[in-house]
């Protein structure tokens, strides 16, 4: 018998009978890899989560706790999706299917961690702007943020970017590791404790799979060459998945995760920036621009150094990316009540023909 607390698993309400509880660990299209008491077990979702569910943020992912009924000769099927303690989601944009703009849904990609890993390679493809990009992200999903820096192995200083990226998030932990050498993985126990779960997010050839292979102590998963003209890698992971490591420490990698934009994060903008949005208190005008306006304390801030213009700037881009989010969202909403009002229209035309 597998104890779930070894997968992080608390019972929160009795368990009701004919169920077990279990966690997801993979996830193929409609199938799921679920480890329970009994071990793991395929299993596939009951027809209500196609029928009553909302949105994507009602199925579960790798990560989530669920009810199931037990099968032990064929596939077992999950009841039941449990509360989630964490979340990463991003905005499933469908498109265009038969005329038809589909809604805009929330799709949840991992759920049920206790620390983000924000992965950043010590090479030319080392960008400031896009590890705060992430680090917004992480801050709004419920886990603690950790920003390791890979590759250390490969640089002769890294001083530099260590520097300036402290000098960013003073308060977010840094470690700075080689996963071929060994060099500052040790560091990363403090977070790795059994039971705990950590969710790898980060861009392809940052070195994801090479620090998962190396904390697992064996090859899990290929590893990939980057291209030489810019330090990028193609995608490795092919499926979202947990990995329990030998320290009873758990790691979920997931495709999805270095894809990920900004999804509904205003609020964590604001944290994260809470410095700058406390100076739009100071404009002389409500409706400041914070470009010409005369008594601009943006400007006045960026003029006497106050506010650096890098910090300024990555919250003009996130807020720039949140916005853009929003717009289209309310672009696909107009679009599908436009659809729906010629759908009407016509329905009604063609009765007075009858």
Same mark, same amino acid.
């Given at each position: 018998m597998i104890d779930l607390k070894h997968y992080g698993y608390t @019972?929160?309400?009795?368990?009701?009978? +004919?169920?077990?509880?279990?966690?997801?660990?993979?996830h193929h299209r409609d199938k799921y890899t679920v480890i329970t008491q009994y071990g793991e077990a395929m299993a596939s979702l009951k027809g209500s989560f196609h029928h009553n569910a909302e949105g994507r943020d009602d199925f579960p992912c790798v990560g989530d706790f669920v009810l199931l009924q037990h099968n032990q000769s064929g596939d077992s099927r999950i009841t039941r999706l449990l509360p989630r303690t964490s979340k990463f989601s991003?905005?499933?944009?469908?498109?265009?299917?038969?005329?038809?703009?589909?809604?805009?849904?929330?799709?949840?990609?991992?759920a049920n961690f206790d620390y983000v890993f924000i992965l950043s390679s010590l090479n030319q493809d080392f960008n400031v702007s896009r590890i705060l990009r992430y680090l917004t992200q992480a801050k709004q999903s419920g886990g603690h943020p950790v920003i390791i820096l890979t590759k250390a192995d490969l640089t002769d200083d890294y001083e530099l970017a260590l520097v300036e990226l402290i000098a960013a998030?003073?308060?977010?932990?840094?470690?700075?590791?080689?996963?071929?050498?060994?060099?500052?993985?040790?560091?990363?126990s403090e977070f790795l404790q059994p039971g705990k779960t950590a969710v790898f997010l980060g861009m392809s050839g940052v070195g994801k799979s090479s620090l998962l292979n190396a904390l697992m102590d064996e090859d899990v998963m290929a590893?990939?060459?980057?291209?030489?003209? %810019?330090?990028?890698?193609?995608?490795?992971?092919?499926?979202?998945?947990?990995? &329990?490591?030998?320290?009873?420490?758990?790691?979920?990698?997931?495709?999805? &995760?270095? @894809?990920?934009?900004?999804?509904?994060?205003?609020?964590?903008?604001?944290?994260? =920036?809470?410095?700058? @949005?406390?100076? =739009?208190?100071?404009?002389? =005008?409500? %409706?400041? +621009?914070?470009?010409?306006?005369?008594?601009?304390?943006?400007?006045?801030a960026l003029a006497d150094g106050s506010l650096p213009r890098e910090r300024w700037d990555r919250y003009q881009a996130q807020t720039r990316e949140n916005k853009f989010a929003d717009d289209k969202a309310a672009y696909i909403r107009e679009k599908n009540e436009s659809y729906k009002s010629i759908a009407l229209y016509s329905k009604a035309q063609k009765a007075k023909k009858r």
């Open positions: @019972e929160t309400t009795p368990t009701p009978p +004919g169920s077990i509880p279990g966690r997801i660990t993979e991003r905005a499933d944009f469908s498109g265009h299917a038969a005329g038809y703009v589909k809604t805009i849904r929330e799709q949840v990609v991992a998030e003073p308060e977010v932990p840094v470690c700075v590791v080689s996963s071929h050498t060994g060099y500052g993985l040790a560091a990363l590893v990939k060459a980057i291209r030489e003209d %810019d330090s990028r890698g193609r995608h490795t992971t092919t499926h979202r998945q947990l990995f &329990m490591l030998p320290s009873g420490a758990m790691i979920i990698d997931t495709p999805g &995760m270095r @894809e990920l934009g900004l999804f509904d994060v205003g609020d964590a903008i604001s944290t994260s =920036f809470a410095d700058i @949005e406390a100076l =739009f208190d100071n404009c002389k =005008f409500n %409706d400041c +621009g914070h470009v010409t306006e005369p008594g601009c304390a943006i400007r006045s």
